[in-house]
């Protein structure tokens, strides 16, 4: 058990039935009355933000997650395949239960399955990855604006924004949480 006292960031607590991250706290006393924790909490099931205050004595169980790297395999439509590199175990996970977490990622990369009391919930793939650029429009030499861009496909499906020099064949690095373009490899 973990008192709000003891809040840090990056800290995961059961509350209400789900498993929530604590991505900000502020320990406040106010002039008249009783001291508190404003904290802001993001839940790791959904993704849901949640803004919540607490009594610095109120305590709640520490959620203790477990994060194994497996290697990303196939999809078939409604299920993911991955295997543990070590003992060569196949596991499979409902499309449903992912979303939109391995947009970036090709087939046979690693990535950190999260499990919180043997229930698989998430899935974090690395954050910077590289990818070829399989379609987009040629940039042309007037449309030079400071900052343009223009939509491309990776080898993934994935669309994303990218300079106008960028052209197709090219292996670009990009940011997995945001979807941004990092530049050329």
Not at 43 to 71: C, W, Y
Not at 94 to 121: C, P, Q, W, Y
Not at 123 to 139: Q, R
């Amino acid at each position: 058990m973990i008192s709000a006292g003891e809040f840090k960031n990056g800290l995961t607590i059961e509350l209400d039935g789900g498993i929530f991250i604590i991505t900000d706290f502020q320990h406040v006393k106010p002039g008249k009355g009783a001291a508190f924790v404003r904290s802001t909490l993001k839940n790791l099931e959904n993704g849901s933000i949640v803004e919540r205050t607490f009594r610095p004595s109120e305590k709640m169980p520490r959620a203790h997650i477990d994060r194994r790297d497996l290697q990303y395999l196939y999809n078939d439509g409604t299920l993911y395949y991955f295997m543990d590199t070590e003992s060569f175990e196949q596991l499979e996970i409902n499309a449903s239960d992912i979303g939109d977490t391995l947009t970036f990622v090709k087939e046979n990369e690693m990535v950190k399955v999260l499990e919180h009391n043997g229930r698989i919930f998430g899935i974090e793939p690395p954050m910077f990855v590289e990818l070829a650029i399989t379609e987009t429009e040629p940039g042309f030499a007037g449309n030079t604006a400071q900052g343009a861009t223009k939509p491309a496909t990776v080898e993934t499906g994935a669309t994303i924004k990218v300079p106008l020099f960028v052209g197709i064949g090219e292996v670009v690095k990009i940011d997995t949480r945001t979807g941004e373009y990092l530049g050329r490899v």
